[in-house]
């Protein structure tokens, strides 16, 4: 079965540069091979504005009819979000099928998702976008002839009336409310065990998986690809002073993230929200970085994180000349650089994580009785969360001097011992 030939159409609007628009039409073809297409025709259309029925305007839509005749497309693929109105009179104007941006998005998710979580966030993200569809849309609502645009829940709920589609929402809704609680329990876990969570953060493809395969020893799926990852992974690290943290890799971010993806992965970005560090991977090679770092900073207050402690790692300096590399320090003297593909950097980066946490330290001077039990595990959390700096014992008591993390402190620490904060 040969891959679907998609046309992509981007628009250059007042606001909007050509440079700019070219490099949204690049992702957007990305976008498209990913989700399991072959580009065979791209279109750019300057307007002061988007037409409120056609986007393009009806002469510019009869061009593209043609030229979609001629190189015998199938599929054509807008870097916009279309409005249901719209969507319909382009399809019939064109006669072959129409997605938008939203969609392609939505369909690499469908695609991609793995676990019974990432397939709900994923089914109530497509089932929110479809909702405002459903009104007059027989003839979109009948795609059922498979492809990009159709997979998930696309198969199956395209016939259902609106009262059955908002009945699975709320049952998905409630579906997700319950992942979301033992989530929520996990990571109360973890913080009365007071390990360290970091997070990975950034654009999609910028090296976030193997980043995190490089720091926790691991071997989940790397591919120069877009949204490899939905589903998060979460794993221990021990750092070389003893220390332990968790670190999570999560789904990556996009510029235009469908907000309908934002609310359906609550469950999953609160991970997010919830970490004491996020590493922001950015890719210090890729044309259009700035964009792209604005992008996730503005999916990260969308969320909740943007007053998270964050520290900028540019991933893939292994492929940058010495003189582009001194303009990157110059430019981000506080950031990480590295290679996460050949590993050069990683102890610097180790050590920039651990300094980061360690803001998050004061200094613990306790005698426990090592008779007690309760004792013998407070001393045991010293050493596995903390950094000792002396320990003398005597009468069958130990005297202890460390740096512990502060959320451990009110734990550890005796109403009546020496403390200092």
Known sequence: MRPERAALVGLITGPVRRLEAERSLDELAGLATTAGAMVALRVLQERVRPDAGTFLGSGKLASLAAACDEADVD??????????????????RLERKVVDRTQLILDIFAARARTREGKLQVELAQLKYLMPRLVGGSDYL?????????????????????????????????????VRRRRTQLRERRHKASVPTVALVGYTNAGKTTLFNLLAGEQATVSDALFVTLDPLVRRVRLADGRELLVSDTVGFIDRLPHTLVAAFRA????????????HVIDAG?????????????????????????????NKCDLLDGAELERLQRREPEASRISAATGSGRGELVDAISARLGLDTCRLVVTLDLSSESDRQKL???????????????????????????????RLRPGGDDVVA
């Open 75 to 92: 599929l054509v693929a807008f870097d916009n979000e279309l409005t249901p109105a719209q969507l319909r009179q382009i399809e019939a």
């Open 286 to 314: 890729t044309p259009g970085v700035d964009r792209r770092v604005a992008a996730v900073r503005r999916t990260l207050e969308e969320v909740g994180a943007a007053e998270v402690a964050t520290l900028d790692v540019f």
């Open 380 to 410: 045991a959390q010293i050493y596995r969360f903390g950094r000792v700096a002396e320990q003398t014992e005597f009468e069958g008591r130990a005297r202890i001097e460390a740096e512990v993390p502060r959320r451990l402190w009110e």
């Open 268 to 279: 999953t970005l609160e991970e997010v929200v919830a970490a004491d560090l996020l590493l």
């Open 142 to 178: 009948s795609r059922l002839g498979g492809g990009i645009g159709t997979r998930g829940p696309g198969e199956t709920k395209l016939e259902a009336d609106r009262r059955k589609i908002r009945q699975r929402i709320s049952h998905l809704n409630t579906l997700l409310e319950d």
